[in-house]
């Protein structure tokens, strides 16, 4: 069953510094392209260890499901 | 769930070493134009901020020293230090300064100026160096442009270590010049029509904006 959140990236602010990505316990962020973080939402479990370790706060978790 | 280490984890030992040999040996300051190349042929050629990502010992060591040596607040960056305005107006600022230093060289290298044994902290106070410049049989230039480095490292460094103590570990990553030079690069190189989340597909619209449909 998935979580009720996820991590959403604010492209605006990440600086694709990475530090998500080490810090995810399912691999579910991948740095695009050197360009920004990106979640994989299937994967993702909304723990939120990236969120707080985001340095540019470019991460932010959300309910799943609210905008389909 | 515990990730594997691997080499290039351990690079956070780079940064104290460089510092180091600076201090006895100006001319080691040398060594840290790798830091600064490495950086823009992995963005240039390969397209990707790996640099960043896995190998850059000074973001290896301000999580070294933030996350498990507990020094850092942990609070949130401020929102003007992660703002565009700050991190391009740093980015050319730094830059600026770099170029600045290339002059004083080229100044030296000339014989228009005399060699300073000196490093300059924040672009503004000189501190006396001359401990690690024994006159070598290198030329003058080299000596200049060393000690220049040498102090645009350790400012860098220390401003790292002032913004992890207040804030969090990497918030010095948040305006990094190289990290935001690589940015751009990477930005030009990414393809287009590719920008849209793996994700939405499989679990509907996470609103990323990816696909450049405005959230509503």
Redesign the interface.
């Known amino acids: 069953m998935p979580s009720k959140r996820y991590a959403r990236v604010d492209r605006d602010y990440c600086v694709a510094c990475g530090c998500c990505v080490k810090v995810c316990p399912m691999d579910a962020i991948a740095v695009w392209h050197g360009v920004e973080a990106r979640v994989d939402e299937a994967r993702c479990v909304g723990c939120g260890r990236c969120a707080k370790e985001c340095p540019a706060g470019a991460i932010e978790l959300a309910e799943r499901g609210i905008r389909q | ?1 515990k ?1 594997a280490k691997h080499w290039y984890d351990h690079l956070w030992i780079v940064t104290p070493i460089y510092l180091a040999l600076g201090f006895f040996n100006i001319l080691f300051a040398w060594l840290g134009m790798i830091f600064f190349c490495l950086p823009l042929f992995i ?1 240039i050629f390969g ?4 640099y ?3 190998y850059c010992d000074r ?1 290896q060591f301000l ?1 070294l020293l933030g996350g498990r040596l507990k020094l850092s607040a942990n609070r ?2 401020p929102n003007w230090m ?1 703002s ?1 305005w700050f ?1 391009y107006g740093f980015l050319v600022f730094f830059f600026a300064m770099f170029f600045q230093m290339l002059w004083v060289t080229y100044l030296v290298g000339s014989g228009a100026q005399n060699l300073s044994e000196t490093v300059k902290l924040f672009w503004t106070f000189r501190l006396p160096w001359d401990w690690a410049y024994h006159g070598e049989a290198v030329a003058p230039w080299v000596a200049q442009f060393a000690f220049g480095f040498y102090s645009l490292m350790l400012t860098s460094n220390l401003i790292g270590w002032i913004v992890m103590a207040l ?8 305006f990094c010049p190289m ?2 030079m ?2 751009l ?3 030009l ?3 287009r029509g590719e920008s849209v ?4 597909s ?9 696909c450049g449909k405005k ?2």
């Open positions: 769930m990730k963005a397209g990707s901020k790996l960043c990502n896995r973001g999580s949130p960056t992660r565009k991190r804030f969090k570990p990497r918030s010095w990553c948040v990290g935001t690589t940015q690069i990477c930005k190189r990414a393809p989340q793996t994700a939405c499989a679990q509907g619209c996470a609103g990323c904006a990816g959230e509503e």
